[in-house]
């Protein structure tokens, strides 16, 4: 190997053995940058998970169901507040082209009797019976065909505790009518606070004091090799008065009724924003005062020679390696939380996705980072520093 080579190499191995050795030589300032990285990861991913799990819950009933088109009140945004509508424009939607079937859903407020003497608001969700397109639940517990038998609602399992604990066949009210719990669900667990209590169409009437004559939405089926927006161009077309949109459209109407009248998407961008700023200031912080303790070894390294390219590359390889192990304990964590801590009531929605943006976006944060070091070795004077 010609010698300008070996001598080369030789700086390069010394450039890393000060960046090894300035990193490990204070265990307490990189363990704090490490876990400053870790926490900057943990906190990210958790509020951008609990922001969507929340924002998936919003249209919760619309994802969930087999219909292709909901038909509603004029401007309507949100599929927990419906307004009535008369069901005798279920003829009008069945004879429009495209349709291969329509049914009619009750959504409406009431209070289920409580064995403690209160009473619990609950929105009750009704269905037409055997409905192969309403949203599918999964019963857990009780009979598969609960809907069938007399007065037969079904809640969800993670209400128990709202509900004081129902056991399939005891008796309840609500709205002052008989109601049989026959079954429980498990994961119909909406954006409201209020329980859900599914039963058919005629009984969600009784509960709610609605008239039978109204529903609240109608849910439509699209014919095989129908298109979507032609089916609804010819609903809207029989039915004028009527609001008529295709789910996934209806879906994202209903999210950002919530995005923007609750602030949701401002205050877990806030958080998120704050895990970067945290990331930056604790390996900056990190960095810098390692730096300081260095400062004749990188004063050593200008006097005989190191560039300040060099230099900058040592600060932006430690940089590196504080971030790159601490996004790797970060998201260790996340994982361990989506294992153990995920449930309907707070749903860790974490795609891949947004654990390789926010890793990325840290990353770069911390070598960022790492120009605030770099500012003080630069002006450093070797010969004054050497001297003293």
């Known amino acids: 190997m010609p010698r300008y ?21 204070d265990r307490g300032k990189l363990l704090a940058g490490l876990l400053g990285v870790a926490f900057s990861v943990l906190l990210v991913n958790l509020q951008g998970g609990l922001f969507l799990g929340l924002i998936g819950k919003a249209s919760l009933l619309v994802h969930q169901g087999n219909a292709d088109i909901w038909v509603g009140h004029r401007e309507m945004h949100n599929v927990d507040f419906p307004h009535d509508i008369p069901r005798r424009w279920l003829p009008r939607i069945r004879a429009a082209q ?53 007065h037969a609602v079904v809640v969800d399992q993670y209400d128990q505790e709202k509900l004081i604990h129902p056991a399939i066949g005891e008796l309840r009210e609500i709205g002052g009518v008989r109601a049989r719990i026959m079954g429980k669900t498990r994961g119909m667990h909406g954006f409201l606070v209020t329980p859900y209590v599914f039963t058919t169409t005629d009984r969600a009437a009784q509960y709610t004091g609605k008239p039978s004559a109204h529903c609240s939405y109608f849910l439509v089926r699209v014919a095989p090799g129908a298109d979507v927006e032609e089916t609804c161009a010819a609903i809207r077309q029989r039915l004028p008065e009527a609001e008529v949109m295709p789910s996934e ?80 304990v970060g998201l260790t964590a996340v994982m361990l939380l989506i294992a153990f801590y995920d449930s309907p009531q707070a749903p860790l929605e974490i795609p891949l996705s947004m654990m390789v943006v926010s890793s990325s976006g840290i990353f770069l944060m911390c070598t960022f980072a790492s120009m605030l070091p770099y500012m003080r070795v630069r002006r450093v004077d070797a010969h004054s520093v050497l001297q003293s």
């Open 5 to 25: 080579r070996r001598s080369a190499v030789r700086g390069v191995e010394m450039l890393w053995q000060v960046a090894i050795r300035t990193l490990l030589a």
């Open 98 to 150: 495209g349709v291969l079937a329509a049914e009619p859903i009750t959504i409406g407020f009431s209070e289920i009797a409580l064995p403690t003497g209160g009473f619990e608001g609950v929105t009750v969700f009704g269905v037409e019976p055997h409905s192969e397109i309403a949203p599918p639940w999964e019963i857990i517990e009780g009979h598969a065909d609960a809907l069938d038998h007399p």
């Open 249 to 328: 459209e209806y879906a994202s109407v209903s999210i950002n009724y919530w995005m923007t009248r609750t602030g949701l998407g401002i205050s877990f961008g806030a958080a998120a924003l704050l895990g970067l700023l945290v990331g930056l200031v604790m390996v900056g912080q990190t960095l810098y005062a390692m730096v300081l303790d260095r400062l004749t070894e990188f004063a050593t390294l200008k006097a005989i020679g190191a560039t300040e390219r060099e230099i900058l590359i040592v600060l932006l390889g430690q940089a590196a390696g504080i971030a790159s192990i601490g996004i790797a």
